[in-house]
């Protein structure tokens, strides 16, 4: 039992060193403070999949932060926010992940969507993030990190696939990109489906490529991670207009899965050119 409590306290005290280092990261964002980091002497820096300097991009743009949603990975050293910004009063949604060597950042990695870059964009409906990211699971409810690793790819397997069948999606799962409830929502034809039969209707994206699973919690059922769908354009037919043209979408993504099922799904993601490289 001592045991135990000792490791409980020394994942609390890495997570909360893990948002520390990343509310300090924004915060110099805010005051356009690059010299303020700790970082290593290599560290590396990309926004929307494009290598840049630190302190440029984004950076340069951003004017206040109206919204976060914390992820961590204590065990990797891995830290990441979705946030939406202000850019000289104009919102953007912001993605920033962090690879923490002791004490330093090695890593940035970043995505901006702003109006008209995506198929959807509501960052109005992001005021708090939706608590069921944050609960702690009883231990008979959790996965492994493994097992969650193993649903989440099932989940693009699935859209590859164009088949729900082998993914473990809960009754009540709903998905939400760019702050927009894409599933069991009436509001339009293709999100009035639910997770399951939605899946069906992804005919569009033919390769779900570079899946990188960067931030896995035992403890909340966590796994987070960045990918590319690629949509060559030539297949299907969405109904949005100019995004029928080829494209690539770089998301990140996180699943709340519980008692080996898929409840929850959140999705930050943007439209890059069609075959990009991650840049990582």
């Not at 990343?22 to 990309?46: I, P, Q, R």
Request: proline share 4%.
């Amino acid at each position: 039992m001592e045991n135990e409590n000792r490791l409980i306290s020394s994942k609390n005290h890495q997570r909360t060193h893990l948002l520390a280092i990343m509310d300090h990261y924004l915060d110099s964002m805010l005051k356009k403070d690059v010299s303020a980091l700790k970082t290593t002497g290599n560290v590396k820096f990309t926004e929307n999949c494009k290598i840049l300097e630190l302190g440029q991009g984004v950076w340069q743009t951003i004017s206040s932060i109206n919204y976060r949603q914390y992820f961590t990975d204590s065990l990797m050293g891995q830290v990441a926010v979705f946030c939406v910004i202000d850019e000289r009063g104009v919102p953007a949604i912001l993605m920033v992940r962090l690879k923490i060597t002791g004490h330093e950042i090695a890593e940035v990695e970043t995505i901006v969507t702003r109006n008209g870059e995506a198929s959807v964009f509501y960052p109005k409906a992001l005021k708090k993030p939706k608590p069921i990211f944050d609960e702690i699971l009883e231990s008979s409810k959790r996965s492994s990190r493994e097992e969650m690793i193993f649903i989440a790819n099932s989940y693009f397997d699935g859209i590859e696939q164009n088949d729900g069948t082998n993914i473990p999606f809960h009754p009540d799962c709903n998905r939400r990109e760019n702050g927009f409830q894409t599933t069991n929502n009436p509001k339009f034809e293709f999100t009035k489906y639910d997770c399951y039969i939605q899946i069906s209707k992804f005919i569009y994206i033919t390769k779900v490529r570079d899946r990188r699973f960067l931030i896995l919690d035992e403890e909340r059922g966590l796994v987070w991670g960045i990918f590319l769908l690629d949509c060559p354009g030539n297949v299907g037919s969405e109904s949005l207009g100019s995004l029928k043209n080829p494209r690539t979408i770089v998301v990140a993504e996180c699943f709340k899965i519980t008692s080996g099922k898929i409840r929850e799904i959140e999705v930050f993601m943007v439209n890059i050119p069609y075959g990009s490289a991650s840049g990582w």
